[in-house]
């Protein structure tokens, strides 16, 4: 499998181009105005309400994106579940991998003012999957 890893990284990484050239047109998706924050740096907070925040990939000494998972940010109450269920009725699959902030669960103390950022954005991200690794069709027949 090694021996294999750059070529498939690459795949990866052309798909993930694809899909937010895709997002772009289709959903007119943006990308983040901040900085990176992955350094402690600047604060993550913009976005309009319905607004489609691609991934922000950070290139800051930390080598390539992998894209194992494409991660956007769907800006709004109630506005990343609506998404997600009509991706569900296209039968596309997505995932909420982190459906509670890490200080919200229970073998962690609770902090005495929360995270409200991070809380916010465990109602605002949405995994979406690389479709082009798994099936041939491209990205466009799927999110229209």
Not at 31 to 55: D, F, I, R
Not at 56 to 85: M, Y
Not at 123 to 135: D, Q, R, T, W, Y
Request: glycine share 10%; net charge positive.
């Amino acid at each position: 499998k090694l021996k294999h890893l750059d070529a498939a990284l690459k795949k990866r990484q052309e798909s993930a181009g694809r899909l937010m050239k895709v997002l772009r047109e289709k959903w007119s998706a943006v990308m983040p105005t901040e900085s990176c924050v992955c350094q402690g740096q600047g604060e993550a907070g913009s976005g309009k309400p319905g607004e489609v925040l691609l991934p922000f990939s950070c290139h800051a000494g930390a080598g390539e994106h992998t894209w194992n998972q494409f991660v956007i940010r769907v800006v709004g109450p109630g506005k990343r579940d609506a998404l997600r269920e009509k991706l569900s009725s296209q039968g596309i699959q997505t995932e909420v991998y982190y459906p509670r902030a890490m200080h919200d669960q229970e073998c962690f103390t609770k902090p005495q003012n929360g995270f409200p950022f991070a809380e916010c954005l465990t109602h605002e991200i949405l995994a979406l999957p690389l479709l082009e690794s798994f099936n041939p069709r491209p990205h466009g027949e799927y999110f229209s």
